[in-house]
């Protein structure tokens, strides 16, 4: 075998052993995920609503959007962080009439081994007259 087949071969034998080693932790890792349930309401002083989900890791401190229903894409009106009792806040000036609805964005955090995942949700479409 010539030097040129052997640095090939070890090439090939080192990439297949890194990707082998790689391999392991990620069959290891334990997915959790878990259900997030987003509402909305109008009444004042603004849209509000609360995520909702049996572990309090996934209602605090998430991502939720509000948007505004028409004709092509969705119109994003504005976004806001849950707090620590999952509620949260967009407020809209001044208020048109349509069909709104809010999103809670999906959220993935990983300990030893375990990643946790927090689905995302979509509210109900509330209507604005």
Not at 46 to 54: L, M, R, Y
Not at 103 to 111: A, D, H, N, S, Y
Request: proline share 3%; charged share 30%.
């Amino acid at each position: 075998m010539s030097q040129a087949h052997r640095r090939v071969a070890l090439i090939i034998c080192a990439a297949l052993v890194t990707a082998a080693v790689a391999a392991i932790p990620a069959l290891a890792t334990n997915v959790v995920k878990i259900d997030s349930k987003v509402t909305i309401s109008t009444h004042a002083p603004a849209f509000h609503g609360k995520v909702k989900s049996d572990r309090h890791a996934c209602e605090t401190r998430r991502k939720v959007k509000l948007f505004k229903r028409r004709h092509g894409p969705d119109r994003l009106l504005g976004h806001d962080r849950t707090n620590h009792d999952g509620k949260w806040k967009v407020e809209v000036h001044p208020l048109s009439s349509g069909a709104y609805y809010a999103k809670v964005t999906r959220r993935e955090e990983g300990t030893a081994g375990t990643i946790f995942v927090c689905r995302r949700d979509r509210s109900r479409t509330l209507v604005v007259d």
